[in-house]
Nanobody, 119 residues
Framework: QVQLVESGGGLVQPGGSLRLSCAAS????????MGWYRQAPGIERELVAT???????NYADSVKGRFTISRINAKNTVTLQMSSLKPEDTAVYYC?????????????WGQGTQVTVSS
């Protein structure tokens, strides 16, 4: 059984910073791309940032220069450092990973963590 568990969400004032973490566990053989998505009320889930196992990154235009994604392959973790947060960054943030488990390959999602940017 493969699981993704997120942590680090919360309430922050505009201009502040938050750090989200996600750890994958279970019968994992290897992990390809990992990433973060977000979904605000009434809006479709959207890509925030992704990172390959080799460290190549991709960001949504709306977060470039403010968010940084990183991962530690040996620990099966991915982190999203968010700074200069804006109210429009408010959403539930989901971790995603393409995992090759001993049972086969699939995309997995975390349970989501709420990020609220408000004064």
């Amino acid at each position: 059984q493969v699981q993704l568990v997120e942590s680090g969400g919360g309430l922050v004032q505009p201009g502040g910073s938050l750090r989200l973490s996600c750890a994958a566990s279970g019968s994992i053989f290897s992990i390809n791309a990992m990433g973060w998505y977000r979904q605000a009320p009434g809006i479709e889930r959207e890509l925030v940032a992704t990172i390959t196992s080799g460290g190549s990154t991709n960001y949504a235009d709306s977060v470039k220069g403010r968010f940084t994604i990183s991962r530690i392959n040996a620990k099966n973790t991915v982190t999203l450092q968010m700074s200069s947060l804006k109210p429009e960054d408010t959403a539930v943030y989901y971790c995603n990973a393409h995992i090759r488990a001993y049972s086969g390959s699939s995309y997995y999602w975390g349970q989501g963590t709420q990020v609220t940017v408000s004064s």
